[in-house]
């Protein structure tokens, strides 16, 4: 141990006490003291430094100090070394903090952790997702669970969740996105360290029900609704030709710039999909006729192929779609997977493919589908399929 080389100077009204002066530093009309002690105890010489005038330390209080540690060594009761005094009051503090933090998990309700944690973190999400998130919250899940206490949340806690939204006929598929929303909030949860086991959605049963929608465009249906859409949206009726003949996501429409485009070799960059793997579309002519057309017009956006009328990205499909497809299709329609939307120009590209010989797997690449059984749902559109490749034998 280094030898300490500052001058101490003992008291002289009481022993065992001492202190240096700083060189520099005043306290008052005098300079800044720091006070000691210096005594024997258990066969040990202990010289601990207590602290300075200006912290409130006075040769008096030092000797009370000494006091109350020759007191604890005699009577074998406390700490007869400050060391020993400070890594007890040390661990004391890290258990009275673990106590805090376990009383703050137990204390944090779903809506608290959602408030605080979960809802900051979801900016990445579009606007759609964040305004399904929010309405979910507000109108199905915090009115149930939202003052329950995270570690106590359970199966049964969920499924009232469920059970309210069952009995105002709400769709499985928004159950399910409900228990989604709930499994994500877990998950965060889980990750900060406030609950240690797998979600309880897991344990919550639901009917289950096939909700992919089925309806397509016959191709007269197609130029009807093409008709209408140019007459009154020519910027809805572009976008639907790209969802159309290239099979495009409306999310992947909004986000395309001119630099996606390669009028060369007639395709599309397909970048950030919701998949997650980038892909290319190809042209046909409708689509070069109207990228063409479009690339020759002023933009509100020199970046993006469509905007709003700020250059900004777009975040929806324009109503006139719905309202379009409402009158010409949707009106006698109470099944929402018959039902006529956007995204019906998109499983309509995939329809008529599959109806023209197009195989599955071919389909699956050029939709972008993650898995091979999102495709699957087009096979019974080519119920000649399996009969041709048997009768391949015969040759």
Not at 270 to 281: E, F, M, T, Y
Not at 300 to 315: M, N, Q, W
Not at 326 to 345: G, I, T, W, Y
Not at 348 to 353: D, G, K, L, M
Request: charged letters at 30%.
């Amino acid at each position: 141990m280094a030898k300490d080389k500052r001058k101490w100077i003992t008291s002289a009204k009481f022993s065992g006490v001492r202190w240096y002066q700083h060189e520099t530093r005043k306290h008052g009309v005098k300079f800044d003291k720091c006070f000691g002690l210096r005594y024997a105890a258990a066969g040990r010489r202990f010289q601990p430094t207590l602290g300075w005038a200006s912290e409130g330390w006075t040769e008096q209080k030092a000797a009370i100090e000494l006091s109350k540690l020759k007191e604890a060594y005699k009577t074998g009761k406390g700490n007869f070394s400050l060391s020993e005094k400070r890594k007890k009051n040390q661990k004391k503090y890290l258990q009275e903090q673990e106590e805090i933090k376990t009383k703050e998990k137990e204390s944090t309700t779903f809506s608290d952790f959602w408030e605080q944690s979960y809802w900051p973190t979801q900016n990445y999400k579009s606007v759609g997702s964040l305004g399904a998130e929010s309405a979910l919250y507000r109108n199905w899940i915090c009115p149930k669970i939202g003052k329950v206490q995270l570690v106590r949340l359970k199966a049964k806690d969920v499924e009232k969740v469920s059970s309210a939204m069952f009995a105002k006929d709400r769709s499985i598929a928004s159950v399910n996105y409900a228990l989604a929303v709930i499994s994500q909030v877990w998950n965060l949860a889980k990750r900060d360290g406030l609950v240690a086991e797998d979600s309880p959605t897991k344990k919550v049963k639901l009917p289950k029900k096939d909700n992919h929608r089925t309806r397509f465009l016959t191709k007269d249906e197609a130029t009807r609704l093409f008709k209408e859409l140019k007459t009154r949206s020519p910027e809805t009726h572009d976008m639907a030709i790209l969802a159309l003949y290239c099979g495009l996501r409306f999310g992947e429409i909004a986000s395309l710039t001119w630099q996606d485009i390669d009028f060369e070799n007639e395709d599309i960059y397909i970048r950030d999909p919701k998949a997650g793997i980038n892909r290319k579309a190809f042209f046909i002519n409708q689509v070069r006729e109207m990228l063409q057309r479009r690339s020759a017009e002023p933009h509100a956006s020199a970046e993006l192929i469509f905007s709003t009328i700020d250059g900004g990205k777009l975040v929806r499909v324009s109503k006139t779609f719905g309202r379009i497809a409402a009158e010409m299709f949707n009106e006698e329609v109470a099944d929402p997977r018959q039902k006529v939307c956007f995204h019906s120009l998109r499983h309509t590209f995939a329809s008529w493919h599959v109806q023209r010989g197009t195989d599955l797997y071919t389909v699956k690449k050029l939709m972008g589908h993650i898995s091979f059984k999102m495709t699957q749902r087009y096979a019974h559109l080519a119920p000649d399929g399996l009969r041709k490749a048997v009768k391949v034998l015969e040759d």
